[in-house]
């Protein structure tokens, strides 16, 4: 229970004083716990976006309520989105997705929006973890080098998205301006070995798929809702042995699996190719039963993904769009490296 629902019910036990003292106490104990990393990320490589899956904030271990100082910095960068071709990201912190901030219900937050100095567009944030107008979009409305703030309560729990919202904002969250919020509920989170983090975005560009050089953006094509690029966390294959190198687990593991879809447009069919969903909230709702043993899992524009992975036998796990011309043609892929010895009673081989 939260500081004003634990005030509420002491109200009418014992006063105000009695009230008082409680909060008192709250406040002690959050400020003698361990620090909490609450929002966390880092790029794969200096010269793209690429967030790097295994960086997120660990689970939260506190049953109590605390408050967040949480800064989120608008940089336009030009960075890699294939080998030899370079694209202009639009990003928070520099990273797709953004980085990821974890907090738990009932906490508050502080959340300050900066523009970077070298910007060229004005950015906010729509965070939908927030009651208010516009998920706070108007009130941190930002120009290149001014900073604004909100304050908001996480009132409910579950995976939420966070993007630009100004008024092509479908160009800024195609561009790769968005992240996610997770609110863990008030008894947290079941206990896995692992967790990653990926975000699904459209690219559109005027160069074909591939063409080498700077791709420019096309918005005639994104109008007509028809990517040249489909990608997780910001280029092609990027978590793929041939790029940056896949996610790397070991037989037996348990792994967290977040996704959010930016879009703009294209929701996902979100499948692990040589597995299944043991079980997954759509809509990363988090309050309500999950669904279990699930092949493919719609995730909409605009919406977050939260699923479990069991790992019983060695193998490579491919995340993948299962509208697979998006794999095939458009860049999305990819993959967890699963090592460790053979399980030949689970699966194996038939030598013919």
């Not at 939260?60 to 309520?65: C, K, L």
């Not at 989120?72 to 990821?100: C, H």
């Not at 409305?141 to 904002?169: T, W």
């Not at 301006?177 to 975000?199: H, N, S």
Request: net charge negative; with cysteine; hydrophobic share 40%.
């Amino acid at each position: 229970m939260g500081t004003a629902g634990t005030g509420a019910l002491l109200l009418g036990l014992g006063g105000l004083a009695v009230q008082q003292r409680a909060v008192a106490a709250e406040k002690t104990l959050a400020a003698t716990s361990p620090a909490h990393d609450d929002i966390s990320g880092t790029i794969l490589r200096a010269d793209t976006v690429v967030a790097d899956p295994t960086r997120l904030p660990p689970p939260i271990q506190r049953a109590h309520s605390i408050h967040h100082e949480i800064a989120l910095e608008a940089r336009e960068v030009r960075a890699s989105l294939d080998s030899g071709i370079e694209f202009m990201y639009m990003t928070w912190d520099g990273q797709v997705p953004g980085p990821m901030i974890r907090v738990r219900q009932g906490d508050t937050v502080t959340l300050t929006v900066t523009s970077a100095k070298t910007n060229f567009m004005p950015h906010n944030v729509d965070m939908h973890a927030i009651y208010g107008t516009g998920g706070g979009a108007g009130a941190t409305l930002v120009n290149p080098g001014q900073s604004r703030s909100v304050f908001f309560k996480c009132e409910y729990p579950g995976a939420f998205i966070y993007h630009c919202a100004v008024f092509d904002m479908d160009l800024h969250i195609s561009s790769g301006m968005y992240g996610m919020i997770l609110v863990e509920p008030y008894e947290g989170l079941a206990k896995v070995d692992r967790e990653i983090y990926l975000g699904q975005n459209e690219v559109y560009t005027k160069e074909p798929f591939g063409t080498k050089g700077v791709a420019h953006f096309d918005n005639t094509s994104m109008a007509a809702e028809d990517p040249t690029y489909v990608l997780f966390n910001g280029a092609v294959n990027a978590l793929t042995p041939s790029r940056f190198g896949p996610i790397k687990a070991r037989v037996g593991e348990t792994m967290r699996v977040f996704m959010v879809c930016g879009g703009p447009n294209l929701g996902s069919n979100f499948h692990p190719i040589g597995n299944v969903w043991k079980e997954c909230w759509p809509q990363g709702a988090l309050a309500n039963p999950p669904l279990r043993y699930i092949q493919t899992q719609p995730v909409a524009p605009g919406s977050c993904f939260v699923g479990h992975l069991d790992l019983p036998v060695p193998e490579t796990v491919k995340l993948v769009d299962h509208a697979l011309s998006r794999v095939t043609h458009k860049g999305l892929l990819a993959e967890i490296a699963v090592s460790g010895l053979a399980q030949p009673d689970i699966y194996r081989a038939i030598s013919q």
